[in-house]
T-cell receptor, first 115, second 113 residues
Framework: ETGVTQTPRHLVMGMTNKKSLKCEQH?????MYWYKQSAKKPLELMFV???????ENNSVPSRFSPECPNSSHLFLHLHTLQPEDSALYLC??????????????FGNGTRLTVT | GESVGLHLPTLSVQEGDNSIINCAYS??????FIWYKQESGKGPQFIID?????DKRQGQRVTVLLNKTVKHLSLQIAATQPGDSAVYFC????????????FGGGTRVLVKP
């Protein structure tokens, strides 16, 4: 049982839809991350929040909009996506982003298909 | 032909044998390394980590070896079991400040009964 829970597990959306991915962690961590895992590339970091403040935006297109209302919850709002955005979106957490010697704990991801 | 995805190297191993998975990293400034296991339909699961001030670390049935001279990392799994079938990723942190992991492309391990 993972301490990081992502919903929904699967999502199919059209290019004009708006949807949101949700992540919740029960580990007492203060850093939360969004990663993209696609068939053609290794895991790519998208965003990082540390103590609710965004600390990293890895040149992600504006059609992806993150939100972190508190240290336990992270959202990824999706709007006007492209078919190439179809991928597995993984949420992760760690105690503190400034601690570079802690492993990330991942959820099981949301499989997104853009039609 | 058209590329349809990452070409994952595959390691086939007989049940009960030892497995060795290798990873080359490129950033000589990286000082923290992690191995993850990802089973089908799941997210990456932490296996073991090692800091750059060490060259070997052991866990339960797993050993990680770090050779900084040639920038090479390996994961050894003892007495491989069917449940070890998965994709294994190495990750490195080369950031001076911040937990910003860079992941390798992964190796698929298939355990034959």
């Amino acid at each position: 049982e993972t301490g990081v829970t992502q919903t929904p597990r699967h999502l199919v959306m059209g290019m004009t839809n708006k949807k949101s991915l949700k992540c919740e962690q029960h580990l007492g961590h203060n850093a939360m991350y969004w990663y993209k895992q696609s068939a053609k590339k290794p895991l790519e970091l998208m965003f990082v929040y540390n103590f609710k403040e965004q600390t990293e935006n890895n040149s992600v297109p504006s059609r992806f909009s993150p939100e972190c209302p508190n240290s336990s919850h992270l959202f990824l709002h999706l709007h006007t996506l492209q078919p190439e955005d179809s991928a597995l979106y993984l949420c992760a957490s760690s105690p503190d982003y400034r601690d570079g010697w802690s492993p990330l704990h991942f959820g099981n991801g949301t499989r997104l298909t853009v039609t | 032909g058209e590329s349809v995805g990452l070409h994952l190297p595959t390691l086939s191993v007989q049940e009960g044998d030892n497995s060795i998975i290798n990873c080359a990293y490129s950033n000589s400034a990286s000082d923290y390394f992690i191995w993850y296991k990802q089973e089908s339909g799941k997210g990456p699961q932490f296996i073991i980590d090692i800091r750059s001030n060490m060259d070997k670390r052991q866990g339960q049935r797993v050993t990680v070896l770090l050779n900084k001279t040639v920038k090479h990392l390996s994961l050894q799994i003892a007495a491989t079991q069917p449940g070890d079938s998965a994709v294994y990723f190495c990750a490195e942190n080369g950031e001076a400040a911040g937990n910003k992991l860079t992941f390798g492309g992964g190796t698929r391990v298939l355990v034959k009964p």
